[in-house]
């Protein structure tokens, strides 16, 4: 733990030391097979509204309902971003009906985002292309995370330095990104805690920072055991009156155990507040989780020679 101010163990506490009930390990489900080069997936806020999956060959975005099926909605990159170069990065819904795609190509200079419209024909509709330029971005690389939250889309991009983006989201439109935080560390994940804050993945740690943290150093830093995280999220419903923190990890040892944990409170040899990693699903080549409108905890996994697989975590967590 590595808190700067003196406030900050309060405040990281309230937004992780949560006394979880303890839970065995969960069977997961498969909702889709076949998937290709999947990277990242984003849940609807309506319990209707399906999963958005995106995947790398070809590079395109499909939607997974469980009344529909799947289906291509985005058959392409836009054309304004050297469309056969480019491949996505990550996704987030910004509303039931809109959702943002985050782009990366070798010919890219800029970071690049494009906004699409879910239409009743069960296509998605270009609503626009945009390149960020220095103002919003100082580093010319691809966002490599985005996470929806109350206010703001938030994002991650570039590493040493790693910038913390963050932009408003309204009705489905999106502000200019403005730059949250230049951090001299790698930042693999971001997502806002149900408080407000901005939970981060640090290696193996997670990092709690203010929602505005101009200073870019964290209210506090919890090593959770782990040897490396590479998502992190909330679930959607309070269990049983807080939402619990949830990442995908590798666990530390002669065989790193890869899978999902929960990040519980503890007490370290000091008798300090401290975190540690609760294993809920083991399995290997998990990318990103994402928890549904009704609390359902959904994964993405990746398979043999590129192809991966949408799971759903059976028990309730």
Not at 5 to 34: F, H, N
Not at 37 to 46: D, E, I, M, Q, T
Not at 217 to 222: C, E, K, M, S, T
């Amino acid at each position: 733990m590595n808190p700067a101010p003196s406030r900050c163990v309060p405040l990281a506490a309230a937004a992780l030391l949560i006394l979880a009930t303890p839970l065995l390990a969960a069977e997961t489900r498969v909702l889709l097979d076949g998937l290709r080069a999947p990277v990242a997936l984003a849940a609807s806020p309506n319990p209707a509204g399906g999963v958005l999956i995106a995947e790398r060959d070809p590079a395109a975005v499909k939607l997974w309902s469980a009344t529909g099926g799947d289906r291509v909605v985005v058959p392409a990159p836009p054309d304004e971003l050297a469309a056969g170069e480019s491949t996505p990065m990550a996704v987030a819904y910004l509303s039931e009906q809109a959702f943002v795609v985050a782009w990366s190509s070798v010919e890219l200079q800029r970071p690049a985002v494009a906004l699409y419209a879910l239409q009743s024909t069960g296509a998605a509709k270009l609503s626009s292309v945009r390149r960020l330029d220095e103002e919003e971005a100082a580093v010319a690389a691809p966002m490599r995370s985005l996470s929806r939250g109350a206010r703001f889309l938030y994002a991650v991009a570039g590493e040493n330095p790693t910038l913390m983006l963050k932009a408003r989201h309204n009705s489905g439109l999106l502000s200019r990104f403005r730059t949250a935080a230049e951090l001299s560390g790698a930042i693999n994940a971001l997502c806002e805690s149900p408080q407000g804050y901005l939970t981060a993945a640090s290696g193996g740690a997670v990092e709690f920072f203010e929602s505005d943290p101009t200073a870019g150093q964290p209210l506090a830093r919890y090593e959770t055991g782990l040897e490396r995280i590479w998502a992190v999220t909330y679930g959607s419903q309070p269990r049983p009156y807080a939402r619990l923190l949830y990442v995908i990890g590798s666990a530390q040892g002669e065989e790193p155990a890869e899978g999902l944990y929960r990040i519980d409170a503890a007490v370290d040899a000091s008798g300090r507040p401290a975190a540690k990693a609760t294993p809920i699903v083991q399995a290997p080549g998990l990318l990103a989780v994402a928890f549904g409108a009704e609390g359902e905890a959904l994964l993405l996994q990746a398979g043999e020679s590129g192809g991966g697989r949408l799971l759903r975590v059976v028990q309730e967590l």
